[in-house]
């Protein structure tokens, strides 16, 4: 069975398969790099490559918010290191249709792999795996340098193994840029690059999630994650993460293991819940994290009565002057904000709209020290 999201704005089908996809070699040491709901509640995870040869994998990070996963495969530092480290042109792409069977709840899954006009293809399996690593060399792929070069027309190739049909390459053009999507996590990623290239999910058998999306000089510009569609079929609206956003999340969760972003510390009330309140803008703060930058500002989240009633929290109608509408309005905001940054947020309480400063801090903040 194929996990379903439903856009919330437009109600249509956003189909993203869970436990089979593809994915790509990101650097010569071994690092791969795949969508995060191709890999999630895997118990074990196999790779394999073009030659047919397979190799557990695990999994270094994930960030959920961005739908991306990196693994590594074998043991950490096993892998023989070439030169480079994916800015440079390929001597062999590596993709990733998934194959095998998983041990969690997305059933089994089969696929097949091998060289399709010279590029290497990798397959990605949740499945229990006991044999032994092994030696092996790759080459990663190269990146696009910045996502802001990618326009509209330009001419794009998709690779996976949609449908368990391995060794799978469509072409398009990029049909559109900027576009929005939402995250297994409700995040919205921005950004995103739409495209007519065929991304189909695949039923049991692997599909192009995960997998490269390149410009006619095999250069990796974004990851093929979703695609719109009330059957489950393509319909020629195609989603792929942008490689900037995909170098971020990557570069961190390799070095750190997780990727850091700023936060408020509160918890507000989904845009439909809201406008069912009466709230026609706004975001309605639910509760502030004790100790938070939010609960540190004074913001209020909200409460019930001695009756049970609820009693509403603040809303938080701008942010830097900009107006909020919805919780993408806030999402962009944050996006482009680093920990430490001080935001001016204002604030509708009861009849009163005022201003408060707030300080963002970590999603990850560091663990308290411990009495002696």
């Known amino acids: 069975m194929e996990p379903r999201r439903r856009d919330a704005f437009t109600m249509n089908m956003l189909e993203m398969p869970q436990g089979q996809g593809s994915g790509f070699v990101w650097d010569a040491v071994g690092h791969v790099v795949t969508n995060y709901h191709v890999i999630q509640d895997a118990s074990d995870i196999k790779v394999t490559l073009s030659d047919g040869e397979e190799y557990s994998a695990k999994v270094v990070g994930v960030d959920q918010d961005k739908d991306i996963a990196v693994l590594q495969i074998g043991p950490m530092g096993s892998a023989e290191q070439l030169p480079g480290d994916g800015s440079s042109k390929p001597q062999k792409l590596l993709a990733a249709p998934l194959a095998g069977g998983s041990s969690g709840s997305n059933g089994g899954r089969a696929a097949q792999d091998g060289p399709v006009d010279g590029f290497g293809i990798v397959a990605i399996d949740p499945a229990s795996l006991s044999s032994a690593p092994k030696p092996f060399k790759v080459q990663p792929l190269s990146l696009c340098s910045s996502s802001s070069d990618i326009v509209v027309g330009q001419k794009v190739f998709a690779i996976g193994n949609?449908?368990?049909?391995?060794?799978?390459?469509?072409?398009?053009?990029?049909?559109?840029?900027?576009?929005?999507?939402?995250?297994?996590?409700?995040?919205?990623?921005?950004?995103?690059?739409?495209?007519?290239?065929?991304?189909?999910?695949?039923?049991?058998?692997?599909?192009?999630?995960?997998?490269?999306?390149?410009?006619?000089?095999?250069c990796l510009i974004g990851i093929n994650t979703a695609i719109y569609s009330p059957t489950g079929a393509n319909n020629g609206v195609g989603f792929a993460i942008p490689v900037d956003i995909v170098k971020s999340s990557v570069s961190q969760i390799i070095q750190y293991g997780k990727v850091t972003r700023p936060v408020l510390g509160i918890s507000f009330a989904p845009d439909q819940s809201s406008e069912a309140l009466g709230i026609k803008a706004g975001i309605l703060v639910l509760s502030a994290r004790e100790g938070g930058p939010a609960w540190k500002a004074g913001l209020k989240g909200s409460t019930r009565d001695e009756y049970g009633r609820l009693v509403l929290g603040d809303i938080i109608v701008a942010v830097n002057g900009a107006k909020i509408k919805n919780s993408s309005d806030l999402y962009r905001v944050l996006d482009k904000c680093k920990v430490g940054d001080t935001l001016r947020i204002t604030v509708l309480r009861e009849n009163s709209t005022f201003d408060v400063t707030v300080t963002l801090e970590s999603n990850t903040p560091p663990p308290e020290s411990k009495p002696a």
Not at 191 to 210: C, E, F, L
């Open 162 to 218: 949609p449908f368990g049909l391995d060794h799978t390459l469509t072409t398009g053009v990029v049909s559109g840029t900027g576009r929005e999507i939402q995250s297994i996590s409700g995040r919205p990623i921005q950004d995103v690059i739409q495209t007519d290239a065929a991304i189909n999910p695949g039923k049991w058998m692997g599909g192009n999630s995960g997998g490269p999306l390149l410009d006619s000089g095999g």
